[in-house]
């Protein structure tokens, strides 16, 4: 099968990475040898020191710091060319990945393709809600472009569970998926629809942004009168007297873009 372009600029980015490890691995290799090579001509009979570079450091720390001094521009210079490289290789990849159209494979073959950890939300003492939320929308999203995806649930010696995302296509289409974006109301949506705060996710999105996108608190669509939706513990003979405070006004056409929707321009 012949490779497709977002296929050979997934390879050439990991081969590019792999490259710049070595690159990387070569110079400390050269700044260590360096650096003993020096101690030992300035401090021959520190031979405990000769090897070992942190023992160096502390016993002559100018010296080292001549030599770092020496090799400083060198490892920048490196590091910021491999940067600019690989921004380049992932501005490609994503132009890229809007065309490339992920190819299912028998449904024997899955590629694993993420994996959510309990732990990494154990603070809000609900990491495992978290963590299968967060495998749901990866499985929706990879669904959402007809490839077929499974949640497993992976029980940890602590009592709660990871989850891992497995798809039926293979790695190319499991990164063009990962590369395809998903709208800020789609991620908020989903995010409540599963009983998670999106802000654990992401600290940063502001207060009152579901009112403006038109979202409640439960994933639910709102349009025009509010009241039932965001009272939903009030009994009816109180909306009245309640709903004005909960009232949200229809989202303005300026803000359908926010929702991923199309707007025809005024006339």
């Not at 497709?4 to 110079?27: I, K, N």
């Not at 669904?143 to 497995?166: H, K």
Request: charged content about 30%; aromatic content about 8%.
């Amino acid at each position: 099968m012949i490779p497709t372009t977002f296929e050979r600029l997934l390879e050439s980015l990991s081969s590019a990475r792999r490259r710049h490890e070595s690159e990387r691995a070569a110079l400390e290799a050269e700044y260590r040898a360096v650096l003993f090579a020096t101690f030992r001509g300035v401090h021959p009979t520190r031979r405990s020191a000769h090897a070992n570079l942190e023992k160096a450091i502390r016993l002559d720390g100018a010296l080292a710091r001549g030599v770092l001094e020496a090799y400083d521009p060198l490892a920048r210079e490196m590091v910021a060319r491999q940067r600019a490289e690989v921004a380049d290789l992932e501005a490609l990849l994503e132009a890229a990945a809007e065309r490339h159209a992920p190819r299912p494979t028998a449904l024997e073959v899955w590629y694993r393709w993420r994996e959510f950890r309990a732990s990494t939300h154990r603070s809000t003492c609900r990491g495992e809600a978290y963590a299968r939320a967060s495998a749901e929308r990866a499985a929706a999203k990879a669904r959402a472009w007809g490839i077929e995806a499974r949640v497993v649930r992976r029980p940890t010696s602590w009592g709660e569970a990871d989850f891992e995302v497995w798809v039926a296509t293979d790695e190319a289409g499991a990164e063009a998926i990962a590369r395809r974006p998903e709208s800020l109301r789609e991620f908020l949506r989903s995010c409540w629809g599963a009983g998670v705060n999106p802000r654990v996710y992401d600290p940063f999105l502001p207060v009152g942004l579901e009112e403006r996108l038109g979202l409640d608190f439960f994933g639910r669509e709102v349009r025009g009168s509010a009241r039932r939706a965001l009272v939903p513990w009030a009994p009816p003979w109180v909306w009245p007297i309640l709903g004005p405070l909960f009232e949200i006004p229809q989202v303005p056409p300026a803000a359908a873009d926010e929702r991923g929707e199309e707007t025809e321009p005024c006339s």
